[in-house]
């Protein structure tokens, strides 16, 4: 099994790694580079943004050459996977292939806005082990899952939302506050590698996915999203990360 997945503060990621086990291979489409996947079972897990994929992963799957009889997705997300298996699907019919399996798997969300109160946070998680031996119950009988319909409301609604992070919430003007004491730890959270040091100075760059890891990892709350600022009631990354 190999499993091509993104992931920001590490519900994806998490996910992925229960779903390989021992024997499987985890590919991160933030950095990999590989050029071909080929494998019985080929697996997508990523986080839906605002309705639907992030863009990385976007550009990944429509540049990766898939080899598989079997491609499966799950989606991480805090309600909704949107718009997320049309367009995976949609970018697996450009190549001549499909969907074989699509499954979200609800965990805390790490958005600020839409934070998971802590109580649900941990039956949540509490039960992630629980939820990804179901899914690997049904991949290993192969089930097969109707795929949604395409429609244009769930593209629309994306363009929406981003549209009032970005205009309400001041989504990308991104900065440091008094706290920050230019630890570094933040380049590293990174997934997009967006941010940089300069005369040690944390500078934002324009590639962002909103994935929250900065902002939600940072040991000293020194991170701003415009009007959006963590706090321990919000904050939020999935435990494996710090197990790792």
Known sequence: ??????????????????????????????????????????GIVLPCYCNDIPQKAREFLQKVQIESDYIFAIVT????AGNSFITINNILKEKGLQ??????LVLPDSCIVFAT??????????????RVNEINSDLSEK???PMPKDKKTPTMYTKLLWRLFKGFYKLDDKK??????????CLEYCPVKNIIMQDKKIIFGDSCENCFACIQRCDKMAIQFGKIQVSNATRYYHPIISED
């Open 1 to 42: 099994m190999k499993i091509l997945f993104f992931s920001g503060t590490g519900n994806s990621y998490a996910t992925a790694k229960l779903i390989a086990g021992r024997e499987g291979m985890l590919f991160d489409m933030a950095s990999s580079v590989i050029e071909k996947v080929k494998d019985e079972y080929v």
């Open 99 to 104: 969907l074989s399996y699509a499954k979200k």
């Open 117 to 130: 109160k802590t109580e649900k946070a941990k039956s949540l998680l509490a039960s992630h082990q629980e």
């Open 77 to 80: 997300c805090g309600l909704s």
């Open 143 to 145: 089930i097969k899952t």
């Open 176 to 185: 440091t506050n008094g706290r920050c004491i230019s630890c570094g730890k």
